[in-house]
């Protein structure tokens, strides 16, 4: 079992910049595939940023690239997403997920096997 928790979350306003963390305990989640998702009001999940474990690989949404930067620290078995730029637009509650799997469909919510319990970022224009 692996157990994540977020944090950095809050109210920016655009332009601005927030870091949201993911303390992952449980496990050592060196082996998962750690993705980031974000829901916004009335709107499904959507897939925001990966990275792998195997090489580090980062995949973005478009929406997001350029902008977000995802990253972790497997000693601290810690996922970080700095997001710069910010826009209304990315106001949503964000989720941290972890996948066991290779990570070959990484933008597919069922690929993840845990969830954190999501941090609201809110952006005012």
């Known amino acids: 079992q692996v157990q994540l928790v977020e944090s950095g979350g809050g109210l920016v306003q655009a332009g601005g910049s927030l870091r949201l963390s993911c303390a992952a305990s449980g496990r050592n989640i060196s082996m998962y595939v750690m993705g980031w998702f974000r829901q916004a009001p009335g709107k499904e999940r959507e897939f925001v940023a990966v990275?792998?474990?195997?090489?580090?690989?980062?995949y973005y949404a478009d929406s997001v690239k350029g902008r977000f930067t995802i990253s972790r620290d497997n000693v601290k078995n810690t996922v970080y997403l700095q997001m710069n730029s910010l826009k209304p637009e990315d106001t949503a509650v964000y989720y941290c997920?972890?996948?066991?799997?290779?990570?070959?469909?990484?933008?597919?919510?069922?690929?993840?096997?845990?969830w954190g319990q999501g941090t609201q970022v809110t952006v005012s224009s």
């Open positions: 990275i792998k474990w195997r090489g580090g690989d980062t």
């Open positions: 997920a972890a996948s066991a799997y290779s990570g070959t469909y990484y933008w597919r919510e069922n690929q993840y096997a845990y």
